[in-house]
């Protein structure tokens, strides 16, 4: 989804029009806050709307030149790559429309860094805590479908070294990867399919988008155009 809509304002500022999609109340809660606090002349060129991806055609009501998934949005938009797909092909402009996908490498997450996501320690700001820790990981789940884990330690202003344990949040996904979206691209009618890779740490740097070629065990991100 569109998540707290950055790039959807970004785009507007250029003078796009942009509707941001999520399923998140939150999100789209938030994204709505910041673009009530854009000037008229941009907050005209974009909207948010809370969405499942189940009847787009008729939720938006509009039509498009393209569609963008960025930030490894698209695995974690339930229940299937075609379905997501199908639904915005419907509210595509017929005269060469234009996706654009930006994905985790989950390949190379998988195989060469023993599932690891992401490790990070940052100061709080809560009082008693000095410090969070967030361990990100992926376990297998059922042919297709892997489990994003997110595990929160803290450590305490107590002088005392050891972490406790806060919580631990999995959330369903897709292993979404190049063949299996090309496929379904190639099934909508898209016949001009570039792959591209780029280096760029989760939750930071995505690196020169498109990027350069796309290599399964080496590119940190698969953009797909």
Not at 80 to 93: A, C, D, M, Q
Not at 148 to 158: K, Q, R
Not at 188 to 215: D, H, W
Request: glycine share 8%; charged share 25%.
């Amino acid at each position: 989804g569109c998540g707290t809509g950055e790039h959807d304002i970004e785009l507007a500022k250029k003078g796009f029009y942009v509707v941001g999609i999520d399923n998140s109340t939150l999100m789209i809660k938030i994204a709505n806050e910041k673009r009530n606090k854009l000037p008229e002349s941009v907050k005209k060129n974009v909207r948010f709307a809370l969405s499942g991806y189940k009847n787009l055609q008729s939720e938006l009501k509009e039509e498009f030149d393209g569609a963008l998934f960025l930030g490894n949005a698209l695995p974690y938009i339930l229940p299937s790559t075609e379905h997501v797909i199908k639904e915005v092909v419907n509210v595509l402009r017929l005269k060469n429309p234009s996706l654009i996908f930006q994905l985790l490498n989950f390949d190379k997450i998988l195989r060469t860094k023993n599932r690891l996501l992401s490790f990070k320690i940052a100061k709080s700001s809560q009082p008693n805590i000095k410090e969070h820790l967030f361990l990100e990981f992926y376990d297998y789940g059922k042919k297709g479908t892997l489990f994003h884990n997110l595990v929160v330690f803290d450590s305490y202003n107590d002088n005392k070294s050891n972490w406790l344990f806060r919580e631990m949040i999995t959330i369903p996904i897709r292993h979404v990867g190049k063949n299996e979206t090309s496929s379904t691209l190639t099934k909508n009618g898209f016949s001009k399919i570039s792959f591209f890779g780029t280096q760029g740490e989760y939750q930071g740097a995505y690196g020169q988008f498109p990027g350069g070629e796309f290599r399964s065990l080496e590119s940190d991100w698969l953009n797909i155009i």
